[in-house]
């Protein structure tokens, strides 16, 4: 099991290294889903809610949303700016944070 652990990891670091679009595509998908948690944060926090429970949820309609409503960055474009349930606007903010912190992971691996 470790070794095939370890052939899967020197594998994705090969194709990183040697793949630049794909390792640019990656390092985007991992700013963004940073950016997603960075979300969380800001909403939670100063709430003093739970970081982990409940899911996540509209705010207004208190839905749980769905996974595949919860992909950073597409989700918020696909549903164009509402909650799927209710239809309430969401705060461009989430987009924006999601997509800024996707391109400064972007930025970080083109400048390495």
């Known amino acids: 099991m470790w070794l095939e652990t370890e052939n899967f990891l020197s594998t994705f670091w090969f194709l990183i290294k040697t793949v630049p ?3 640019a595509t990656f390092f985007f998908l991992v700013g963004a889903c940073v950016g997603s948690f960075l979300n969380v944060l800001i909403y939670r926090v100063p709430r003093r809610m739970s970081i982990i429970r409940p899911p996540s949820m509209c705010p207004v ?3 749980k949303i769905k996974w595949y409503h919860n ?4 989700s918020y474009v696909f549903l164009r700016g509402r909650c799927a349930y209710c239809g309430v606007k969401i705060p461009i ?3 924006l944070v999601e997509l800024g912190s996707a391109f400064v992971f972007l930025l970080a691996y083109l400048s390495l």
């Open 21 to 23: 679009m794909l390792a």
């Open 61 to 63: 309609c208190k839905t």
């Open 71 to 74: 992909i950073p960055i597409f």
């Open 93 to 95: 903010r989430y987009f």
